[in-house]
């Protein structure tokens, strides 16, 4: 399929090339372990992996601020269990995860093939709502930091996805056109309608399974997005 002059390519990081959910996973075991404290690992994550999805959320339309997504995305977690954990222990649990969550580095299937194939035909970026003192660690330690020009991330522009001002700061550092650009991200809101709405194309990487709106292209694995590019 022919590219339409497509020129640069902006990827997601997290739950798009960075397998956030196993990654995330493997932290908090980690954590636990650390912190002894005791309990059922897939039980936990059941509650706490849509807790979390709904405070991003709310963080990305600024209705909560960064300190509260860390507490209280725990805390609700283990009052939903039934477990009393003092405050102090949740504040030290958050900490513990943004400092070990880098420990782990697990990617998509077909990343590394995908960002092989592209790189001699594109100049890629990263946009990212994720949080700055991890998402360049993330890279750097998953070893995938030299595919990418430029990384934006939401704490350095003041402003998150799906919002204009977080993608046309990232055009302009990327000296790219919208007309010339494509995001790729598995946020259906954030990441395809923001970029859609500012002029770029775009492609849901849908590992997700959910339903789309026809007319979006889709992929379901990486490597499915040779057939756009």
Same mark, same amino acid.
């Given at each position: #399929? @022919?590219? /339409? =002059?497509i020129k640069h390519v902006?990827? &997601? @990081? &997290? %739950?798009?090339?960075?397998?956030?959910?196993? /990654?995330? *996973? @493997?932290?908090?075991e980690k954590i636990f372990q650390m912190n002894d404290i005791r309990l059922d690992l897939d039980g936990f994550l059941k509650i706490y992996e849509p807790l979390n999805l709904a405070y991003w959320k709310l963080y990305r339309e600024?209705?909560?601020?960064?300190p509260s997504l860390r507490f209280h995305r725990l805390n609700d977690t283990f009052q939903k269990m039934e477990m009393k954990v003092k405050a102090a222990m949740i504040h030290r649990l *958050?900490?513990?995860?943004?400092a070990h969550l880098t420990s782990f580095n697990h990617l998509f299937e077909g990343t590394f093939e995908i960002l092989? $194939?592209? #790189?001699?035909? $594109? +100049?890629? %970026?990263i946009i990212t709502n994720g949080?700055?003192?991890? +998402? %360049? =660690?993330? @890279? /750097?330690? *998953? =070893?995938?930091? %030299? $595919?990418?020009q430029t990384v934006t991330n939401s704490e350095m522009v003041g402003a998150k996805k799906p919002s204009p001002k977080i993608f046309n700061h990232a055009l302009d550092r990327a000296g790219a056109r919208a007309n010339q650009s494509i995001m790729i991200g598995d946020n259906y809101e954030a990441d395809i309608l923001g970029a859609l709405d500012q002029g770029l194309d775009a492609i849901c990487f849908n590992y997700h399974n959910e339903s789309i709106e026809n007319g979006i292209k889709t992929v379901d694995n990486l490597i499915e997005i040779k057939n756009y590019l």
């Open positions: #399929m @022919l590219n /339409n =002059g902006f990827f &997601d @990081l &997290d %739950h798009t090339l960075w397998d956030f959910d196993k /990654n995330s *996973a @493997l932290t908090f600024d209705k909560i601020d960064k *958050a900490e513990d995860y943004i092989e $194939y592209l #790189m001699p035909k $594109y +100049q890629m %970026h949080f700055k003192e991890v +998402q %360049h =660690g993330k @890279l /750097n330690k *998953a =070893g995938i930091d %030299h $595919y990418f």
